[in-house]
């Protein structure tokens, strides 16, 4: 993919740009960005990395959708969290200058803007703006942990799946009609990961959920219906 000058900020025309770790770099540090920055398209199922490599710099999915997995000795495999548009993974391996404890895999087709590990010690070595938004990272990663914790103690399975299909579907969903539509790229032991539930449990979630009419669910197809702006009968009289 065709990569900006090396005077112009790699960030810039990223919809994610103002949230971007990076947009604190001003023109005397340029050339460190630019000259560690690459775009890389990933197809379903491959993977950014694999639990137990060396860190190779940070990364952010500018498009699609990653797993992020940890893998046990006993050969169980949990999905921990997803990566959207906006993220930024392998941070923590960088910060900690140790290999991932985790691994990531796209489930769709992705793309992800890499800064390799060399230019970014020298980016946060000169920049304390830098190291400041990657430790809000850090910070904010364990809020969601909090959050998520807190939720699975205080709110229904219900609940807490609608809002997770609802994001993919914000994210990733087409317009059909009255309805939002998308090929759901969790299965449902992925979907029982998130939840902290039985596989059987999310079979019986989602159809509360169908019957509730806030999903149409036929296997991994999956529509929402788009909500339509109240209108008052007397508007414009």
């Known amino acids: 993919m065709r990569l900006p000058s090396p005077s112009a900020h790699p960030c810039s025309q990223c919809a994610f740009y103002d949230q971007s770790v990076w947009q604190p770099v001003g023109k005397g540090a340029m050339s460190f960005l630019t000259g560690g920055f690459s775009r890389s398209e990933f197809a379903e199922g491959q993977a950014l990395y694999m639990q137990g490599d060396e860190n190779r710099g940070v990364f952010c999915v500018s498009r699609g959708l990653f797993a992020i997995r940890a893998h046990s000795e006993t050969g169980n495999t949990t999905l921990l969290k997803l990566a959207y548009p906006g993220d930024v993974i392998g941070f923590r391996s960088y910060l900690a ?3 991932h404890k985790t691994e990531a895999r796209a489930l769709m087709p992705s793309r992800v803007c890499t800064v390799a590990h060399r230019n970014a010690n020298r980016l946060v070595q000169t920049d304390a703006k830098v190291l400041a938004r990657l430790t809000a990272r850090s910070i904010a990663e364990i809020d969601a942990a909090r959050d998520r914790i807190i939720d699975a103690a205080t709110e229904s399975n219900q609940t807490r799946l609608a809002r997770i299909l609802g994001k993919l579907m914000q994210a990733h969903g087409t317009r059909d009609g009255a309805y939002l539509r998308m090929h759901l790229p969790l299965s449902r032991t992925d979907l029982a990961d998130l939840l902290g539930i039985k596989p059987e449990t999310v079979s019986r979630v989602l159809n509360r959920l169908k019957a509730d009419g806030q999903f149409v669910v036929s296997g991994r ?8 702006p109240h209108t008052s009968a007397l508007s414009g009289s």
């Open 221 to 228: 197809d999956i529509r929402m219906p788009i909500l339509q």
């Open 97 to 99: 200058n140790d290999t």
